[in-house]
């Protein structure tokens, strides 16, 4: 069975396969190279009013399996990561988690998280998507913590080592690109 595409079919700006149709993205031809670098993350996409579009979706969560599976069962471990980042290291993950963790017991971590949603969001710029911040942790707690931790590996930084430790690869010129998603190839 040939599972190649036929040349009615492109891939859109998220990688999936589309038909021709869709208006917007040009057909490309097997000969010619890809329009972006395939890591080019749609966060580069401006929008009105300055803002940028976040590197993956809200409901994207298995994209990145390992993480969702850790926010699922102890999602202060992920907020905790992310508070650093954010934080630029005033508040370790340690602390952060702590506090997260605490907060859960009554219920108003999602007031917690949403603070750090905002900050992120004024510090790279990001749309106010798909609602405002404390809606989306009220609703979707898990889902925000994902995506934002998404967000920040999606930027380069290593969220498993803290944010003094990227801050040093970055000063000595360590800096990985972020990793995408092998898609289909013939």
Known sequence: MNHSHSEHEMYGADGHVGHATTPGFPNPSPAAPPLAPAYAAPYLVQLGGGTRRWSTGLCHCCDDAANCLITCC?????FGQIAEIVSK??????????????????????????????????????????????????????????????????????????????????????????????????
């Not at 102890?74 to 992920?78: A, D, F, L, N, S």
């Not at 602390?95 to 969001?121: F, K």
């Open 74 to 78: 102890c999602p202060c471990i992920t």
């Open 89 to 186: 290291g005033s508040s370790t993950c340690a602390v952060s988690g702590a506090l997260y963790a605490l907060l859960c017991l009554t219920g108003l971590a999602c007031l917690y998280s949403c603070a750090y949603r905002s900050r992120m969001r004024a510090q790279y710029d990001l749309e106010d998507a798909p609602c405002v911040d404390c809606l989306v942790h009220f609703f979707c707690e898990g889902c925000s913590l994902c995506q934002e931790y998404r967000e920040l590996k999606n930027r380069g930084f290593d969220m498993g080592i803290g944010w003094e430790a990227n801050v040093d690869r970055r000063r000595r010129g360590i800096t990985l690109p972020p990793v995408v998603a092998q898609g289909m190839t013939r």
